[in-house]
């Protein structure tokens, strides 16, 4: 069982419920619509990890902004396309002031690699999760 499947299980949410409330106009609504931000730091692809996944375009240095998660109330590719990893290579961050989520590495990441997240960092302290 992956990292992921066991951080759901520790929640106690059912896979099949998750992937339905994802796929809902319910989510869509509390989390907003996904939008092409034009950010040229990654590109979205086909993943080995799930569906697709988010590739850097370019070396990331550790520390450096990488793109948006959420804009204005609306999630970016990053957002929505960022995979899970228990071996992250960068993190999202809320800022306090508003709805915004900042993606940034957490260690060098190289051109055509994916940018992964532990979603254990950010996932449960945002409304739409819980």
Do not use: C, W
């Not at 990331?60 to 992250?88: D, L, P, Q």
């Amino acid at each position: 069982m992956s990292d992921f499947f066991d951080m759901l299980q520790e929640q106690n949410i059912d896979v099949d419920d998750l992937n339905k409330y994802i796929n809902s106009k319910e989510f869509e609504l509390k989390a907003g619509p996904v939008v092409d931000d034009k950010n040229k730091n990654y590109v979205v692809k086909e993943s080995s990890i799930e569906g697709l996944g988010v590739f850097a375009t370019r070396q990331i240095i550790k520390g450096e902004h990488i793109g948006y998660g959420i804009i204005n109330n609306t999630r970016t590719f990053a957002g929505r396309y960022v995979n899970h990893s228990s071996y992250h290579n960068a993190k999202f961050y809320y800022f306090k002031d508003n709805n915004n989520m900042i993606l940034i590495a957490d260690k060098v990441i190289n051109k055509g690699e994916e940018i992964v997240t532990n979603y254990r960092h950010h996932t449960y302290s945002k409304e739409y999760y819980e």
